[in-house]
């Protein structure tokens, strides 16, 4: 259904992720639609990847269980440490990786479909943590293209990092363009 769907919409794959790669985390950018959810799994089922997502470990219990696990949800735990203090949601994500030999991890840094003047970063920093590559994935409802981009190694250098990163989304398009902007702090 997602396939036919993304077809009937006049979709294309310009860019594809790397079959070298095994373990990133892709940004999923602009977010401003419900319909990305639809077109985008069109995307990912013709590019044959499967992609990986995280929710509260308390979503994945009954009746959601297995629709969440099959659309690929992973359970994150920010339960206590052994000295008290609780993982935070980086902390959690990162050691995802130390249990997956392979995972492409989707994150979207919007955090809605709302606009937001400010990204939420983690995403940098769970790269980071688990010394896994940045894989730029898209939607450009203007083009209708998608794909994945371009692959970013976290250099450590968040400032130079992020200018990159929204360097390349300043030319994308969301299907409502008002709910969509870069991140200002780090414009070209």
Not at 27 to 55: C, E, Q, V
Not at 61 to 86: C, H, V
């Amino acid at each position: 259904m997602f396939k036919l769907l993304f077809r009937l919409g006049g979709w294309k794959i310009t860019h594809y992720l790397p079959k070298e790669i095994k373990r990133c985390v892709i940004i999923g950018a602009p977010h401003t639609s419900n319909w990305d959810f639809m077109y985008g799994m069109g995307a990912l089922k013709i590019m044959k990847l499967r992609i990986r997502f995280t929710i509260k470990k308390e979503w994945i219990r009954f009746p959601l269980k297995r629709l969440m696990q099959n659309l690929g949800a992973l359970p994150i735990d920010r339960s206590s440490k052994s000295d008290g203090t609780k993982k935070s949601t980086v902390e959690a994500m990162a050691g995802l990786f130390d249990a997956h030999e392979e995972l492409l991890l989707l994150i979207t840094p919007e955090g809605t479909r709302s606009r937001v003047e400010k990204w939420r970063t983690g995403f940098y920093y769970v790269a980071l943590a688990a010394k896994v590559p940045l894989a730029l994935g898209f939607m450009d409802y203007r083009k209708r293209e998608c794909g994945i981009d371009k692959i970013l190694y976290p250099s450590g250098d968040f400032y130079k990092d992020m200018k990159e990163i929204m360097a390349f989304y300043s030319t994308k398009t969301g299907k409502n363009p008002h709910n969509f902007s870069i991140d200002r702090t780090f414009e070209v």
